[in-house]
């Protein structure tokens, strides 16, 4: 995984996670991603009283969401659609 410096911390980049008490968001998923212009952000994604990643294995609930957000059309890494579709279904 590719490493970057966020805030003067080494951090791993495209890596979702829950990071409890780094951001103002919390116990909400995050993940940090390099924008475009190259600056590292963060990305708040998910509901916060949502459990782990694993929790969805309903096909018909998976196929539901996408459906719902039209995953297939989301491609860009800094937005938390993206990170939504691919981690959370």
């Known amino acids: 995984m590719a490493q970057a410096t966020?805030?003067?911390k080494k951090v791993t980049l495209n890596a979702p996670r829950k990071i409890a008490g780094v951001t103002p968001a919390g116990k909400k998923?995050?993940?940090f991603v390099k924008s475009d212009k190259g600056n590292v952000k963060v990305v708040h994604?998910?509901?916060s009283s949502m459990?782990?990643?694993t929790q969805h294995h309903n096909e018909k609930r998976r196929k539901n969401f996408h459906a719902r957000?039209?995953?297939a059309d989301k491609k860009d890494k800094?937005?938390?659609g993206y990170?939504?579709?691919k981690n959370l279904w």
């Open 6 to 8: 966020w805030k003067g």
């Open 29 to 31: 998923k995050s993940v």
């Open 45 to 47: 994604f998910g509901d």
């Open 51 to 53: 459990s782990d990643f």
């Open 69 to 71: 957000h039209n995953c």
């Open 78 to 80: 800094t937005k938390a």
């Open 83 to 85: 990170w939504a579709c």
